[in-house]
């Protein structure tokens, strides 16, 4: 049977076995997809031996995103965005490295949010691999703006010049939480300050009227950041949506078809 793995240290927590085996079955595709902890000096040695017994792709999770950037010897555009690879393609031509996480966010913001992005005002909160992985996909759709504010300040003004000649004039800049002007359609908190039970010190006010608030984070409550949201009236979405979708993008990278991901949200939602 064709096989695929997650890479991770830890690993255990992973749902993406259990994503992967809903979409094979909705697919009608047969494949295996176990989770596979890879030792923190041995990531490559780890993939190459799974390649040996056969694996055909994998996905891979902190902390190895950027190592994987390694192991690949060809990455695809969106991977050379990010700066980071969530997905192994592992064909004749070599070890592909692909990114999924910004294609996952955006299919769950369009597609499952019903939210266009398209001349919308976007904000981005954060600036590590999650925030990085996202700017390209972002500015497929042609927002009218996208901010990108972090605690260090440097590191959004650098990601936002990255970008700059994409998204066209002015439609990218790089600040600091206090420097953050006006109200956004669209505030995606990919910061990690959720894990921590911290909000990222922005004002109320960038929550325009009717604006989708989206923590990249999931947990069975709203998370500290998606309260303060609610309070000020945003409507709500956690990162859950994102991790379905990113999986659908690599499941079909990996099968040429796209699962449908709706039911699968679902169960993992109910699972909480
Ligand atoms: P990184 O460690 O690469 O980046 C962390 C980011 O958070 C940096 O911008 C950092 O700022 C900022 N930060 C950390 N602590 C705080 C704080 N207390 N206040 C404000 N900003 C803070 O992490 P990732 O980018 O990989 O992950 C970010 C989040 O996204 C995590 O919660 C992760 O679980 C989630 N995620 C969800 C996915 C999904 O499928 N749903 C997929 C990938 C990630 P600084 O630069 O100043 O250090």
């Excluded at 830890?10 to 079955?25: G, L, Q, T, V």
């Excluded at 996952?104 to 919308?120: F, P, S």
């Excluded at 003004?157 to 000649?165: M, T, Y």
């Excluded at 984070?217 to 991790?243: C, E, I, N, W």
């Amino acid at each position: 049977m064709d096989r695929y793995c997650v890479f991770g240290n830890p690993i255990a927590h992973s749902k993406s076995p259990e994503i992967h085996a809903a979409y094979a079955a909705q697919t009608g595709q047969e494949l295996r997809y176990e989770k596979r902890l890879a030792p923190l000096d041995g990531f490559a040695a780890a993939v190459h031996a799974f390649i040996a017994e056969g694996g055909l792709g994998a996905n891979v999770t902190v902390p190895f995103k950027l190592e994987a950037v390694k192991v690949a010897n060809a990455l695809t555009i969106r991977a050379q965005a990010a700066g980071a690879v969530n997905t192994l393609h592992f064909t004749e031509d070599g070890i592909i490295g692909d990114n999924t996480d910004g294609a996952g966010l955006v299919a769950d913001i369009v597609g499952n949010a019903g939210v266009a992005i398209t001349g919308k005002r976007v904000l981005l909160l954060g600036a590590g691999g999650a925030a990085r992985g996202v700017v390209l996909p972002i500015l497929e759709h042609r927002p009218a703006q996208l901010v990108i504010a972090n605690r260090t300040v440097a590191t959004a003004v650098a990601l936002a010049e990255q970008f700059a000649a994409l998204g066209g004039e002015g439609v990218v800049s790089g600040c600091g939480f206090a420097d953050i002007e006006g109200g956004f359609d669209i505030v995606i908190n990919a910061t990690s300050a959720s894990l921590g039970a911290e909000v990222p010190p922005v004002s109320p006010s960038v929550f325009a009227p009717g604006a989708l608030a989206l923590d990249m984070m999931y947990s069975k409550s709203p998370t500290v950041f998606l309260q303060f949201a609610a309070q000020h009236g945003a409507r709500l979405r956690d990162g859950l949506g994102m991790l379905v979708e990113q999986a659908a993008e690599a499941f079909s990278v990996w099968r040429g078809v796209r699962p449908v991901t709706g039911e699968v949200l679902q169960q993992l939602r109910d699972q909480l």
